[in-house]
């Protein structure tokens, strides 16, 4: 308890929206990323992984900052309107795209939306020489999931 108790006190924490289409593999990479990232908690194997119902969350740590991840339902076409009003009310958002050919055109519309957002952030934040620590932390993130 004492331990959860300092690392409570001495992490910054962000909420981090797992979006992506239907079947994008969004559950497998908050799973995967359980199992990486939080030393006391392994994530479901992949055999025991079914169609997300509501919602699927989870903490992992990178670095001194913990990210609750939060895999919402619902990838499919009629409900995508909901993540322009969702990501606005986390710290960040992890995209999957893990769609078939078919679909990648419906799976790249929302990053270019985001994209609109987020560059010209970044370039403000360099240009002022801000650390705006939810960018900090987004590629290292990335490329340690890919990796595990
Ligand atoms: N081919 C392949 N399939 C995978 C891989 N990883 C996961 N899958 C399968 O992809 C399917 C979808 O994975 P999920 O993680 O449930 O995807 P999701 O985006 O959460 O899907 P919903 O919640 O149903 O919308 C499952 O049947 C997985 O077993 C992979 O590396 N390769
Ligand atoms: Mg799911």
Same mark, same amino acid.
């Given at each position: !308890? /004492?331990?959860?108790?300092?690392? !409570?006190?001495? &992490? ?6 797992? @979006? ?12 995967? /990323? ?5 030393? #006391?908690?392994?994530?479901? /194997?992949?055999?025991? %992984? ?13 670095? &001194? ?11 499919? =076409? $009629? @409900? ?8 606005? $009310? ?6 999957? !795209?893990?769609?078939?050919? =078919?679909? @990648?055109? $419906?799976?790249?519309?929302? *990053? ?6 987020? %560059? *010209? ?8 020489? $801000?650390?705006? *620590? =939810? !960018?900090? %932390?987004?590629? *290292?993130?990335? @490329?340690?999931?890919? #990796?595990?």
């Amino acid at each position: !308890m /004492s331990d959860l108790y300092k690392d !409570m006190l001495l &992490k910054d924490q962000y909420c981090i929206l797992i @979006l992506g289409l239907d079947n994008a593999v969004r559950t497998t990479v908050l799973e995967r /990323s359980k199992t990486r990232f939080h030393k #006391n908690s392994k994530g479901r /194997s992949l055999s025991k %992984i079914t169609t997300t119902v509501g919602l699927n969350t989870g903490t992992v740590d990178v670095g &001194k900052a913990r990210l609750l991840l939060c895999g919402l339902a619902g990838g499919q =076409e $009629e @409900l995508q309107s909901l993540w322009y009003k969702d990501q606005a $009310e986390g710290h960040g958002v992890l995209y999957v !795209m893990g769609s078939t050919e =078919e679909r @990648l055109s $419906e799976a790249v519309a929302f *990053p270019i939306f985001l994209s609109s957002f987020y %560059i *010209p952030l970044l370039l403000k934040s360099w240009a002022a020489q $801000e650390k705006n *620590p =939810e !960018m900090l %932390i987004s590629l *290292p993130y990335l @490329l340690s999931v890919r #990796n595990s």
